[in-house]
Every structure is written in C-alpha cells, then in structure tokens.
C-alpha cells in the first residue's frame, strides 16, 4: 500500500523543492549536526565586509 502524501501548495501551485546547502560553507560539516553560530557570524562579518567595501568604490 502506498502512502499518501500531501503536496504542500502555495497560492494553490505546488512548492518548489528548497535550494539549500546541507554542507556549511565555512566548517564543510552537516547543517543538520551541531551549533553553526559562529559559522553565522563569520558569514555576517564577511557580507559587512564585502558591503563596506562596495560603498568605498
């Protein structure tokens, strides 16, 4: 016997599958494994970093 699965819909049209990362990009370990609170906050420093640099230009 098959299951039933419900398709999750949006605005009536069937959801896209997420495009998300399973490997952190700043420690190469499993998202779904451990605290990546510091990986955030080098994420965040490196975007204000890029930001920064772009005004200057």
């Known amino acids: 016997m098959t299951a039933l699965r419900r398709k999750t819909t949006i605005r009536g049209r069937p959801m896209k599958p ?3 990362n399973v490997m952190c990009d700043q420690c190469n370990h499993s998202r779904a494994h451990g605290n990546h609170e510091s990986c955030s906050k ?10 920064a640099r772009e005004t200057q230009s």
């Open 18 to 20: 997420l495009d998300l």
């Open 42 to 51: 080098k994420r965040q420093a490196e975007a204000a970093e890029q930001r």
